[in-house]
């Protein structure tokens, strides 16, 4: 018998066990046709959890309820298995914040959130003000660590950081809107790296920010169905009169997607394609070739170019963290992928490290849905290059070019976004 999973889809905590059996390699299927409130109220399922609470694993051995306990039974199917560290010292940490994301994150944000939707504990303006405020002390502690750190413990992914990310997932997706959570740039980034690893990405799907912190809604009667379908729960600022729907969302029909702005602009005779290809291509004679052709096919009207720097260079004082900083970034660029071109360097021999690049954008801005869609721009300073300024191009060149030394340092890392 397989590994069947019962709860309702894209509940936060049946995604733990979801992710790991990804990254395990283990097979866990989703029961079908599961309905909130019914199917885990019958005596089959209360034989299996006699809370009623998903989600439930059904083993060959016997069922088991918790999702953390899920999540690890999951993770030891597959012997050794890098989720769980490679030391008894790991093996503790990622216990410890596994621990922390339960009691500290999602204990948290359950106090302000959960009374907002109407579940459990009454609105109370001054109990809110309370909960925000211990909330953001766990939040700034998971900040300081992550400040130093890609990962919660070691150098990939582990089972902590599956746990702590769906945690985070319900409070990003239904009430931490960006206001809150730029007090905290390193949760952000470590979120959105996270939920964008391919195995995060294959169970979880597209995530939105939250847009508004929902209004207060009547209490309900049930004080169980809080976390039906975080994944279908409109963010936005529901009106007053309206039903609640943060946990009953109802299908919508699909909306034809608009057609992005950059498509509408002049035909350019520059074809990004060509120059990624040429790019790619030149092995040798990198400044007669792909640096002469660069200027050759460049565009000013159709294009820019435009020079960015890390606005917090002293915090990159990790080689690999600031280097992962950086992939991370060139991996939420990839929705940008048709309009750009970019460099990323990461400069000097010690820390701290500096970080520089060269974009190049259809259109005279930057597009304005990578500023809405990519956190990470903010997280740069932006200059638009001015190319009839010979210095000014010559950077540009040396840094398609990878230049060593770069304004003077060794580089300790070159990336390319193409
Ligand atoms: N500590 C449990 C929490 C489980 C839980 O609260 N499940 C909610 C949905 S996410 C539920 O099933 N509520 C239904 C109920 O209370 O009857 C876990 O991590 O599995």
Redesign the pocket.
Known sequence: MALVLHSNAG???ALKALIAAEYSGVKVDLVKDFQ??VS?KTPQFLKMNP?????VLETPDGAI????AIARHVTKLKADNPLYGSSLIEYSRIEQWMDFA?TEIDAGLARWLYPRLGFGIPFNAAMEEFAINYFKRSLGALNTHLANNTYLVGQSVTLADIVMTCNLYMGFSLIMTKAFTSEFPHVERYFWTMVNQPNFKKVIGEVKQAEAVPAVQSQKK???????KPKEAKPKEVKKEAPPKAAEAEEEAPKPKPKNPLDLLPPSKMILDEWKRLYSNTKTNFREVAIKGFWDMYDPEGYSLWFCEYKYNEENTVSFVTMNKVGGFLQRMDLARKYAFGKMLVIGENPPFKVKGLWLFRGQEIPQFVIDECYDMELYEWTKVDISDEVQKERVNAMIEDQEPFEGEALLDAKCFK
Do not use: I, R, Y
């Open positions: 509940n936060k905590n909130m409130g885990n809370l009623g609470k998903v989600p309820f918790e999702s953390h339960a049930a004080p169980a169905k809080e976390q039906a």
